[in-house]
């Protein structure tokens, strides 16, 4: 197989200047239309591709989770739970239009404050967050028409607690439908990852959203934890680790509240030996390693057909070899920095167990920048159905390979996992794909391509991946009182 | 399943091929089950793909690196019906010294022309390391008998050509004829002699991605030193995923025989910032190894004088337009 690639040229660093973030010294919280200062410990938001602290945070404490539920309340029971759908519209519409016109500042704050390459912020979280708000402004004055009924209502004051992975998007994910069904909410982005939920507070100032409507709280679990047991909030919705989303399911159970969660993951691509393979190779690498890998629906086990196995993992190699990690504000990374060490001293440790199990692990030769949290892409190869780096979520750019000989042997080792988030699949056999599709149990399955995402589309889990779906007409039940 | 095809195989091995290739070219239904068994293109993936890696950013040293790089692989060409010998000649002047004001400006790979002006091109290079290229077999069309197809390269190669420049037949392709395409793919090579032979595959004809990737496989089997886009007299004529799913071919094929071909994208880059974007994908599909005029050519003849105004900025520290270089 070729060596190892050594450049006869640089490509020229093309980093997008930290100026435009419009970094601040500091950000409070936002309750009630205003941002006023936690009680609880203020938060230091690092860096994670230089280890440089970027900003305090305040963060809060169980008084002002009461304040801001409070807050929430008095909005919706005096104003958005009132409004005409086509009133609340104009409001997603304006959200929508502003994350797009500070697009670049929001681009490049997602990228200081998670680590994700600049290209993928750029043209991935941002364009779909805004998109996201676009769908939900359609959906305000029509939720007659959604099929819940002649008159759907709102459930009230939900209280959401996002991830670190995607900041922005999954914030846009829960408060688009959250206002667009007429509810209000308090949201708590995750403790690493403050910086452009505060941002968007200042868009909602900005599209002149009365008071209330969204409230934002910094903090770490315990924080949410006050949100999601706390008694005047009627939703939850949670996206986040499996463990904690059962905590979550045992403190809601019997108290009436409705109830999504969005867990972990640990997604089958499987590539049928008819597969287009260039293109399933450039799949299998987008599935794994977008974003570092810190995709609940990542492509993290690559089930082959074994009569094409050696000669794919050869062309997935050397693709991998081509891969670019490093400053994440450079557009040519491709793969960034790992969002904090506590998450890169799990990947560490879990791909240690590979190793521990007898699975062959490959790494790729790109070289690392000397600060900052970085994992290089790293494959592993004859890992059985038993191992642990088949069974769990790494959440990180490392991608387990195992294969199979038929196609049903295929469809059982997919579904052998207590997941059931997404799937791949790929061939060029459409009556394949339609079989492989129905069997498999996932929510999302993609043929021919991964890591798709359209704020049309339902998306949500299976077993410990979790229940309930956002994004689509479906995503609108979990805020609809139905 | 399509019928089989009319003709009657009369294809032959080649000799220095591994066994399963060399299976595969044994008759037309081998070839037939080899080039439909593999595996297939998805042209979103493809696309997308390449368009990914046309935001590789090239600035200063490395620029100027790609610039005169892609100098020396371009195949500076006239193939018009007004051809004369006065035309080519400027040309040739043009090739062997692009830039007469920057002394270091590589020359070009070669100059390509039409068979009949083939000497002229001989005798205006001669010494200047410059490469003659006529693109022959009935070009731009192909559609003739075998004997006039060879009659044409052999005017070429006695004029003294150092490259053929072929185009297949893509009726016989898209009929599924490929044991007639490979037989004459061989029989002009034969015919080149020492010529390289490059393989125009015409792809904008050729309608899918998937026939690209076996005419490409088939060009490789049948002997072709290059594989080739186009014409330039059909559009479209050379794209970015067309050139990385040949690339693919190349990096395949090596993977399989150890032997290293070439690719030449023509028709249509026009501009340097597009011959850039063809390096990156020789670079990251292909490899780097890729990189040199050896194995990688432009088919061009606007592109030169983009690159070399681009050149001047980079050296000069500013752009001084387009009438600081020679228009020939």
Redesign the interface.
């Known amino acids: 197989m070729p060596e190892e690639t050594h450049s006869p040229w640089e490509y020229a660093p093309a980093p997008e200047s930290r100026a435009i973030a419009n970094l601040q010294p500091s950000y409070r919280m936002f309750v009630d239309g205003e941002f006023v200062d936690g009680a609880g410990e203020p938060l230091k938001s690092v860096n994670p591709a230089t280890e440089e602290t970027l900003a305090e945070v305040s963060s809060a404490a169980a008084s002002d989770v009461d304040n801001a539920v409070r807050a929430a309340r008095k909005a919706f029971d005096r104003t958005w739970g009132k409004m005409p759908g086509s009133e609340r519209a104009k409001y997603l519409f304006r959200i929508a239009r502003l994350i797009q016109e500070r697009g670049r500042e929001l681009a490049v704050l997602e990228t200081l404050d998670n680590g994700k390459p600049i290209k993928e912020s750029r043209d991935a979280d941002i364009p779909t967050a805004a998109a996201h708000f676009f769908h939900h402004a359609g959906w305000a004055d029509k939720l007659s028409y959604a099929g819940y009924g002649p008159d759907p209502r709102p459930v009230g004051v939900a209280g959401q607690v996002i991830p670190w992975n995607f900041p922005l998007l999954m914030l846009a994910w829960k408060i688009a439908p959250a206002l667009a069904c007429g509810n209000t909410v308090v949201l708590k982005p995750a403790e690493t990852t403050p910086l452009t939920a505060l941002v968007f507070a200042e868009i909602c100032q900005q599209a002149g959203l009365p008071p209330g409507v969204v409230n934002i709280l910094p903090g770490a679990g315990d924080v949410g934890a006050e949100l999601v047991g706390h008694a005047g909030v009627d939703k939850v919705a949670f996206t986040g680790s499996t463990e904690v989303g059962k905590q979550i399911q045992r403190t809601l159970a019997g108290s009436g509240k409705k109830l999504t969660l969005e867990l972990g993951g640990k997604a089958a691509n499987v590539v049928f030996d008819d597969a287009p393979l260039d293109q399933a190779v450039e799949g299998i690498v987008n599935g794994i390693f977008f974003n570092q890998g810190h995709v609940c629906c990542a492509g993290s086990r690559l089930l082959v057909q074994e009569s094409v196995a050696e000669e794919l993992l050869d062309k997935l190699r050397s693709r991998i070899a081509t891969l670019r990690v490093g400053d994440p504000l450079d557009k040519n990374t491709d793969v960034g920095a790992v969002n904090s060490a506590e998450q890169l001293e799990r990947i560490t440790a879990l791909s240690a167990t590979g190793d521990a199990e007898g699975a062959s692990r490959w790494t790729s030769p790109c070289p690392l920048p000397e600060k900052g949290f970085f994992f290089s892409p790293t494959v592993f190869s004859d890992v059985q159905q038993s191992m642990r780096i088949a069974r769990e979520e790494i959440f990180g750019p490392v991608l387990s390979v195992l294969t199979f000989r038929t196609p049903d042997e295929a469809v059982a080792k997919a579904n052998n996992t207590p997941y059931g988030l997404s799937a791949g699949i790929w061939t060029e056999k459409g009556s394949r794909i339609l079989w492989a599709a129905q069997k498999m149990r996932a929510g999302v399955v993609w043929a021919n391509t991964f890591n798709r995402f359209d704020p049309t589309a339902p998306f949500g889990g299976y077993q410990e991946s979790g229940f309930g779906r956002e994004g689509g007409r479906a995503g609108l039940e979990a805020y609809l009182d139905v | 399943m399509a019928n089989p095809p009319p003709t009657t195989p009369s294809v032959t091995s080649s000799p220095g091929l591994p066994a399963e290739l060399a299976e595969a070219t044994k008759d037309d239904s081998t070839l037939r089950r080899f080039l439909h068994g593999l595996?297939?293109?998805?042209q979103?993936?493809?696309e997308?793909?390449a368009a990914g890696l046309a935001?590789?950013?090239?600035?200063?040293?490395?620029?100027l690196?790609?610039i005169d790089t892609a100098i020396g692989m371009v195949d500076l060409t006239t193939l018009e019906g007004a051809d004369t010998e006065g035309k080519v000649r400027a040309l040739c002047a043009k090739g062997r010294n692009p830039d007469p004001d920057r002394p270091g400006a590589p020359r070009v790979a070669a100059i390509c022309v039409y068979p009949d002006l083939a000497a002229v091109a001989v005798e205006a290079l001669r010494g200047s390391g410059v490469g003659v290229a006529s693109v022959a077999t009935a070009f731009p069309s192909g559609r003739s008998s075998r004997q006039v197809k060879l009659a044409d390269v052999e005017l070429a190669v006695s004029a003294g050509a150092t490259e053929v420049d072929m185009v297949i037949d893509r009726g016989a392709f898209l009929s599924g004829r490929y044991g007639q395409v490979f037989d004459e793919i061989q029989a002009v090579k034969a015919a080149c002699g020492d010529a390289h032979l490059k393989v125009i595959l015409e792809t904008g004809e050729l309608a899918t991605y998937d026939n690209v990737r076996r005419a490409s496989w088939l060009a490789l089997l049948a002997g072709g030193d290059f594989i080739k886009t186009s014409t330039g007299k059909v559009s479209p004529a050379a794209t970015l995923p067309v050139t990385h799913?040949m690339l693919?071919a190349v990096?395949d094929w090596r993977?399989h025989t150890g032997e290293l071909r070439g690719v030449k994208p023509a028709g249509g880059i026009r501009n340097t910032k597009d011959a850039i974007r063809y390096l990156v994908a020789v670079?990251?599909v292909a490899?780097?190894e890729w990189?040199t005029p050896e194995l990688f050519r432009f088919g061009a003849s606007s592109l030169l004088n983009d690159l070399l105004m681009q050149r001047r900025t980079q050296l000069d520290g500013h752009y001084s337009g387009p009438d600081y270089v020679a228009v020939d």
Request: hydrophobic share 35%.
């Open positions: 595996p297939g293109v998805d979103v993936g493809l997308q793909r935001t590789r950013s090239i600035k200063k040293a490395a620029k690196w790609a799913l693919q990096r993977d670079h990251e490899g780097p990189l």
